[in-house]
C-alpha cells in the first residue's frame, strides 16, 4: 500500500462552512437525545417550531445552592411575588414570600448537620436554571436568600422505605429572571 496524501473528507468537512454550524447543532442534540427527544432531523426542526409554545416542565431545572452537590436538591418551591403597598409614605413595594428546597440525607454526611452550618444569619446565593426537553437552559433564576428554618421532611417508620429528607426554608431578599434566547443573550425580566 503506497500512502498518497490524500484523507479521506468527512460529511462535516464536505459541507460549506455556512451549513456547518447548522450540522453541529444537529449532532450535538442527536448527541443528548433520549427518551422524549428528538431522533430525526424533521423531529428536531419540528421540536424548534413548537418549543416555544410548549410549558417548561417541573422535572426539568438543576439548582446550584452553597457548597451542596445539586444532586442532593430533590425539590425547589420559588416564592411568590406580592406587590405591598405603604399607605402612609404613598410607596409600593415588592415582597417575596419564603423559598423551601428539600435535600435528600445522604449516607455518611449528615445533610441536617450541613444545613444548620448556613443558619449564620448570613445571606446565600441561589440559582435555579429551567431546562427545555433538549436540557438546553431556557430561564436563569438567580436568588439572594438567607437560610431561616430546618424541617424534617420525614417520619423514621420501619415499614418504609422512603429516603430521608430535609425542609430548607428561606427568606428571599432578591430575585432576578433572565430569559435565554436562541442567540444565548440574558435579559433581566425584574
Known amino acids: 500500500m503506497v500512502w498518497t496524501g490524500l484523507k479521506k473528507l468527512s460529511f462535516r468537512q464536505k459541507l460549506p462552512p455556512e451549513a456547518r454550524v447548522h450540522f453541529d447543532e444537529i449532532v450535538k442534540h442527536f448527541k443528548n437525545s433520549g427518551p422524549g427527544r428528538p431522533t430525526s432531523v424533521s423531529e428536531l426542526e419540528e421540536f424548534k417550531r ?4 410548549s410549558p417548561c416542565r417541573t422535572n426539568l431545572w438543576t439548582a446550584s445552592f452553597g457548597d451542596i452537590e ?3 436538591v430533590s425539590d425547589f418551591s420559588p416564592p411568590s411575588v406580592i406587590r405591598a403597598r405603604n399607605v402612609e409614605l404613598e410607596t409600593e413595594s415588592t415582597v417575596f414570600t419564603s423559598v423551601h428546597l428539600s435535600f435528600y440525607d445522604m449516607m455518611g454526611g449528615s445533610m441536617v ?3 444548620a452550618g448556613l443558619m449564620n444569619g448570613t445571606s446565600t446565593d441561589l440559582t ?4 427545555d426537553q433538549l436540557g438546553a437552559i431556557v430561564e436563569v433564576w438567580k436568588m439572594v436568600v438567607r437560610p431561616i428554618a430546618i424541617h424534617p421532611l420525614v417520619v423514621l417508620d420501619y415499614a418504609q ?7 430548607l426554608e428561606c427568606e428571599c431578599s432578591k430575585w432576578d429572571i433572565q430569559v435565554v434566547d436562541d442567540e444565548q443573550n440574558y435579559r ?3
Open 50 to 53: 413548537v418549543a416555544p409554545m
Open 70 to 72: 445539586p444532586f442532593l
Open 113 to 115: 448537620a450541613r444545613l
Open 128 to 131: 435555579i436554571k429551567i431546562l
Open 161 to 167: 422505605a422512603e429516603p430521608i429528607k430535609w425542609q
Open 188 to 190: 433581566t425580566m425584574n
